[in-house]
């Protein structure tokens, strides 16, 4: 799990989207987490949210829809083409000093043809379990460095 900072002035305590909008990955330090990903080209309908769990830790989901023509060749050749979208959302949770945490992944996979969207699900077995939406995994393989270089996203 990679931890990350809120390092800059602008971070409002009281604000969770913004602490982590403004925050920075270790990984990728001089661009914070609102600008990568509210600036990926492949990402369409994008939300932030928040939440606070029952036992008061603060929780942050980026929500985004991501097109088949972003995602990475190598990957999309396994999916049926009947899968046209995938929504990809990235869980943030706040630490008690405002630093968080990222992860998990899920990716939500879906299509006009749901049959062809389940018949992929359970090609996957055990890991991808089938939603209302489509078919879900927890993401294993998801590189953020695709969405902070602008480039096809790999993961499922």
């Known amino acids: 799990m990679l931890f990350v900072l809120c390092s800059s002035a602008a971070c409002v305590a009281d604000d969770p989207i913004e602490i982590v909008r403004q925050g920075v990955l270790k990984a990728f330090p001089t661009t914070t987490i609102g600008q990568a990903f509210d600036n990926y080209e492949g990402f369409s309908k994008t939300t932030w949210e928040t939440e606070t769990m029952p036992n008061g830790t603060r929780i942050v989901v980026f ?69 209302e939406d489509g078919c879900g995994k927890i993401c294993t393989s998801f590189s953020l460095s695709c969405i902070y270089s602008n480039t096809p996203l790999f993961f499922f």
């Not at 990475?72 to 959302?89: E, F, M, Q, R």
Request: charged letters at 20%.
């Open 63 to 131: 929500t985004a829809e991501l097109p088949r023509e972003y995602w990475d060749p190598s990957v999309a050749s396994d999916i049926p083409t009947a899968i046209d979208k995938a929504t990809l959302y990235i869980q943030f949770t706040l630490n008690a000093d405002d630093t968080f945490s990222i992860g998990p992944y899920t990716a939500i996979y879906s299509g006009a043809d749901f049959t062809a969207v389940e018949a992929f699900c359970r090609r996957k077995g055990p890991l991808a379990t089938m939603t």
